[in-house]
């Protein structure tokens, strides 16, 4: 499953974007449902993540991991989660480009999931991800104009 | 001298289950019950690199948790009940939890038991699975392309058996002056009984007895089987179905569960209990169809039919399931020539392996595929000659005249007269008529059309020698036992296993005609190993035509006895009796009589019996028909399409059936109208659909639509009856005919609704959208 969405975040560079994106409190804060966050190397962080997907509800253990880093305009996330109601294997890439209005964040990320998530969800996944990023992004734009603030 | 047979009689069965008074499998409450629940791959395809239980076990309630290992050498493998022979049918092992590996999106991994239902529930999660997941074969085409995932290591391309049966000269395509050719899936299904799978196991340590009440449409083929695959005397195995609601086919196998359920209670000595989820049931439980089949027909332009060449390309799943080979082989493959007389006919099969839930027998089982591509392929010709489909198909007919008819596989078909239910179901619907409006409305804009099926179908199970020639692993005979109590009421046990046929109503009619008594005086023993002698189960609409036929014959060895002790008693012989409505009579002197009941008495009783004859009164029948039976008959489907939206309004749907004699029309129309409901099912909404990852994408009622009473228009169904001559009944199979018709019948419809726009077939099920897009199509084409 393909999923895109992509987020203008005005009045901002993209270099401060892709700091905002790299700090780790932050990510804490932006993720949905996150529950722990810790970087269990450089680069590879483990979270636990509370994922409520139409009917599917459930706690997700996943392996996030950074890889392709090419700042401040690309890196790529491997993600491999797993929770009761199934299992997600994901790979994003993010793309990060300046325009007039302020940085935009691109991401494009093939998915597949397993068990539950994919009997009963699949339907609604698509739509609940976008749903998802949406938000991700505008408290990531939160978080980078409170730094820019500071 | 005819009273019951042949009258709508309510049926005996309703009153409890409308009630609520039902016992069914969830009812089961033991002292001790345990309750176990399956922890099943969410893989396709996976290496199982290790199974933690540890948390799990530590869970409070829980009593024991088993993994394939656990179980490895200590329960056999789950067999496939059909080799079809001379196929080189490669039967992978199944064992009853995956041991290393994970084949299906449903594969049993763990079973776990625990003191109740929602702590096993809870608990299964905690079970931490390791897997390696590989590549996965999904699609059967693509399964057997070089290359492809291998679902068995050493089974190549994916292969499972290849089977050929027929041989058409060469001549016979090149000289045809038309051949028509086209591709039909019969897309996979899932049964979806209102009640899912159950097993409840109890062992009896002091005897080593093991009682299973489970789910099963054949309680003794679940007894056969399992008593190999426990390593327990089928003796000491008693298997008893309770009252169940539905099969389908979906409960013909006997699958890893209820294996698995028996083994733990033995093991544990206490009773254990399992009740499958609904998603389970979706992902476990047998799927049907899933066939490509692509068909060549040849003949002339004056619409002569000479030859019929088919290949099926069918999905069997990750294994092959108790009946999985036969269907789309013997079952398909020797009725493709329907009801018509095609000279040549050859059939080529190849049953696939793939990482899908494994396809069994569905309701018809072969034969709605085999007549969804006669009766679809036959439009398309009629077409391409531009002759009326209904003149192709009086056209070439196997004739009344030649009946028992031998068709180009083979088969010899029992009887039928196809113009009889073919000119009952013009004159209901005036054809003639009917076209005119059609082409009326066409000019208005309005898409009318009108579907077609003249399908014969290969029922009743059967022959024994047969069975064993194509390599069913058991006999298809049946038994019953009727017993008469001193007072006169009559026990009667019979082989055949209903789960909502009525088979208590039916047969009841069949006695009581037979005996002279009332409905009231029998009661029925069905679903019990222990009690019942022997049976093979329902399914292929066999419990009429062989089951009853066993219950007419012990019926009639009763009468048999009961009349020598009557003509002992009158001092008269037996030439000079009359039996009617349960009074033997002295011929011609009127009184001198004798009550079925004081014959009852008397048998029992033994006081006063012809000499060297045993008391009691009790008749018991082994019936091995000499052959199938045939049922056939006409559907009529009439639809309009609105062009905007692509939704499918079902305005006439028209049913006239042969299959023999009726015993209850009343009983044998609800048969039909669920066959149509769940033939229509098929052709309109229902499908069963996996990703290419072989993700089940259909899992829930909310992702696969099931047909609802409100889709329909009133059901015109009646009977016409020629009579079987292979069984006392001469009654045919009434359970699939609606089934194995109405596929076709709907879609022929559609298409004819959908000639203007040039459109010769859409994929099932007909969705507005695939029917939309489909109307779009063909405007851009023309």
Not at chain 1, 55 to 64: I, N, R
Not at chain 2, 15 to 27: A, C
Not at chain 2, 537 to 543: F, K
Not at chain 2, 723 to 740: C, D, I
Request: net charge negative; glycine share 10%.
């Amino acid at each position: 499953m393909k999923i895109e969405n992509s987020h203008t975040f005005k009045g901002i560079s993209v270099e401060m974007l892709w700091n905002t994106l790299q700090n780790k409190e932050v990510l804490r804060g932006a993720l949905p449902g996150c529950k722990s966050f810790e970087e269990v190397e450089e680069d590879v962080y483990d979270a636990e993540l509370g994922i409520n997907v139409g009917p599917v509800k459930g706690l997700f253990t996943a392996e996030v991991r950074q890889v392709e880093k090419r700042e401040p305009e690309f890196y790529k996330l491997i993600v491999h989660g797993k929770g009761k109601p199934g299992e997600i294997s994901a790979s994003a890439n993010m793309r990060l480009e300046d325009s007039e209005a302020g940085a935009i964040l691109t991401c494009s990320a093939d998915v597949s999931v397993t068990g539950m998530l994919a009997s009963v969800g699949q339907r609604v996944t698509g739509g609940v991800a976008k749903l998802l990023l949406g938000q991700f992004f505008k408290d990531i734009e939160k978080e980078a104009k409170k730094i820019v603030n500071l | 001298m005819t009273t019951v047979v042949g009258t709508s009689l309510k049926r005996k069965e309703d009153p409890k289950l409308l009630t609520g008074s039902g016992y069914f499998s969830d009812d089961i409450k033991l002292p001790g019950m345990l309750h176990a629940v399956i922890l099943r791959s969410p893989h396709a395809h996976a290496k199982i690199k290790n199974i933690n239980v540890d948390e799990a076990l530590q869970s409070p309630g829980v009593v024991k948790i088993y993994t394939g290992k656990d179980l490895e050498g200590k329960i056999g493998r789950i067999p496939s009940s059909w080799l079809v022979p001379d196929c080189n049918l490669k039967e992978a092992p199944q064992y009853p939890l995956a041991i290393d590996r994970v084949r299906y999106v449903g594969d049993g991994v763990a079973m776990l038991i625990a003191e109740d239902r929602y702590t096993a529930r809870d608990a299964l999660d905690l079970i931490d699975v390791e897997y390696e997941v590989l590549p996965p074969s999904v699609h059967q085409k693509k399964a057997m392309e070089e290359g492809a995932s291998l679902v068995h290591d050493d089974v190549d391309n994916n292969i499972a058996f290849h089977w050929k049966a027929g041989e058409i000269p060469e001549e016979i395509f090149h000289s045809a002056e038309v051949v028509v050719k086209e591709s039909f899936h019969v897309q996979r299904v899932a049964p979806s009984p209102m009640e899912t799978r159950a097993a409840v196991g109890q062992y009896h340590p002091a005897t080593g007895e093991l009682t299973l009440y489970c789910t099963s449409q054949n309680p003794h083929i679940h007894r056969m089987v399992l008593s190999g695959v426990l390593g327990i005397s089928e003796a000491k195995l008693q298997v008893i179905v309770p009252d169940m609601g539905g099969g389908f086919g979906g409960k013909i196998g006997v699958y890893p569960d209820e294996a698995l359920i028996g083994y733990a209670a033995r093991d544990l000595h206490q009773p254990v209990k399992w009740i499958e989820q609904r998603n389970e049931h979706f992902m476990a439980s047998n799927h049907g169809r899933d066939e490509i089949i692509e068909v060549e027909l040849a003949g002339n332009h004056d619409g002569k039919l000479t030859g019929i060449r088919v290949k099926n390309i069918a999905n069997m799943g990750a294994y092959l399931s108790t009946m999985g080979p036969g269907v789309p082989t013997i079952d398909f493959g020797l009725m493709i020539t329907g009801s018509y007389d095609i000279p040549h006919a050859s059939c080529e099969t190849f049953g696939v392996y793939t990482n899908t839930t494994p396809t069994d027998a569905y309701r018809g089982a072969g034969k709605p595929e085999a007549t969804y591509q006669i009766e679809r392929i036959i439009d398309l010709f009629a077409r391409e000659i531009g002759m009326d489909p209904l003149e192709l198909r009086k056209k070439n007919f196997a004739p009344k005249e030649a009946f028992p008819y031998t068709n180009a596989q083979g088969l010899v078909y029992d009887s039928g007269d196809y113009e009889k239910p073919l000119k009952k179901a013009l004159e209901i619907v005036d054809y003639e008529k009917l076209r005119k409006e059609q082409e009326e409305l066409r000019k208005e804009g309005k898409l009318i059309g009108i579907g077609l099926s003249t399908y014969v179908e290969l029922c009743g199970f059967g022959p024994s020698a047969v069975a064993g020639a194509i390599g069913f692993q058991g006999g298809v005979w049946e038994n019953s036992t009727v017993r008469v109590h001193p007072s006169g009421k009559v026990t009667v046990f019979a082989g055949t296993s209903p789960h909502g046929q009525g088979h208590a109503t039916t047969f009841g009619q069949v006695v009581s005609d037979k005996l002279g008594i009332p409905m009231d005086d029998i009661e029925f023993v069905f679903n019990d190993t222990k009690a019942v002698s022997m049976g093979w189960g329902t399914y292929g609409s066999r419990s009429t035509a062989v089951g009853g036929g066993a219950v007419s014959m012990a019926a009639d060895r009763v009468v048999d006895k009961a009349k020598k002790i009557a003509a002992h008693e009158l001092e008269v012989s037996t030439e000079d009796l009359e039996f009617e409505k349960g009074v033997f009579k002295v011929k011609g002197v009127p009184g001198r009589e004798r009550t079925f009941q004081e014959i009852a008495k008397a048998a029992n009783y033994a006081w006063n019996l012809p000499e060297g004859m045993e008391p009691s009164l009790e008749g018991q029948a082994f019936f091995d028909p000499e052959n199938f039976v045939y049922p056939f008959g006409t559907h009529i489907v009439i639809v309009e399409i609105d062009q905007d939206t692509g939704e499918i309004d079902l305005k006439r749907y028209i049913a006239v059936d042969d299959v023999g004699r009726v015993i209850n029309p009343l009983t044998a129309s609800g048969q039909v109208h669920g066959g149509i409901a769940q033939g229509v099912g098929q052709a309109m909404w229902e499908g069963v659909v996996y990703n290419d990852e072989g993700q089940l994408m259909s899992g829930t009622f909310m992702d696969y639509t099931m047909p609802k009473a409100r889709f329909f228009p009133e059901i015109e169904n009646s009977f016409t009856e020629t009579m079987s001559p292979v069984n006392p009944l001469g009654s045919k199979g009434v359970g699939e005919t609606g089934t194995t018709a109405s596929i076709p019948a709907v879609m022929n419809a559609v298409v004819d609704a959908l000639a203007p726009f040039g459109i010769t077939d859409i994929d099932m099920p007909l969705t507005p959208e695939k029917v939309w897009r489909a109307i779009q199509k063909g405007r851009e084409q023309a």
